[in-house]
């Protein structure tokens, strides 16, 4: 039965909109699926990294979480609000955004700052993974798994970018203005 809920729980934080989805989306929108494709590949594996911190520092951790998480929402939210005004304002025209945009390196540490992310491993490892299964490499193949579903969700964001291109140009002011409102709804949120 807990498999169950741990399935349904990855599948609804991953595969649901958020900071790095909507990223993700933007980055299809307006540089390309192989831009998109390198800052999945950052953000995924920051993904993993974070679930085995969360594993590995997990009994340390519960007396420092709530400092951490206070943090974590106002840097995040400050990031998530720079992030939507610069979908809002993006103008492809410009090769220098592209430089910036959809590498391996900012979906990395976008993951570090997606609070959404960052609760998700803070709370799955404790909460479904470890009350039962405490072995090593136990937790581990659960580490594994889980990323490759965060994998698969950030995929699919890219796919659904790359499928609905041509129509997300046609209306890229206002599908950049959505998105961006999205997000800064994204990071109100986080107070609520």
Not at 4 to 28: A, D, K, Q, R, W
Not at 71 to 93: N, R
Not at 160 to 169: C, R
Request: proline fraction near 3%; hydrophobic fraction near 55%.
């Amino acid at each position: 039965m807990y498999l169950t809920s741990l399935f349904i729980y990855c599948f609804i934080v991953t595969f649901t909109p958020g900071p790095t989805n909507i990223v993700i989306l933007s980055t299809v929108n307006n540089f390309g699926t192989k831009k998109a494709m390198r800052y999945t590949f950052g953000a995924t594996i920051a993904f993993g990294f974070l679930l085995v911190i969360s594993a590995l520092l997990n009994t340390m951790l519960i007396t420092v979480v709530p400092k951490i998480l206070l943090v974590m929402q106002i840097i995040g939210s400050f990031y998530m609000f720079y992030l939507a005004y610069q979908i809002y304002k993006m103008d492809t025209s410009k090769t220098t955004a592209e430089k910036h945009t959809g590498t391996f390196l900012s979906g990395f540490l976008m993951q570090f700052l997606n609070p959404k992310v960052v609760l998700f491993t803070m709370t799955v490892i404790p909460s479904y993974v470890m009350p039962h299964y405490q072995e090593a490499s136990e937790v581990s193949m659960s580490v594994i798994a889980i990323t490759f579903v965060g994998f698969l969700a950030f995929v699919t964001w890219v796919a659904f970018g790359t499928i609905f291109k041509k129509f997300l140009q046609k209306h890229k002011k206002s599908v950049n203005g959505i998105m961006a409102l999205f997000l800064a709804l994204a990071a109100i949120m986080i107070w609520i």
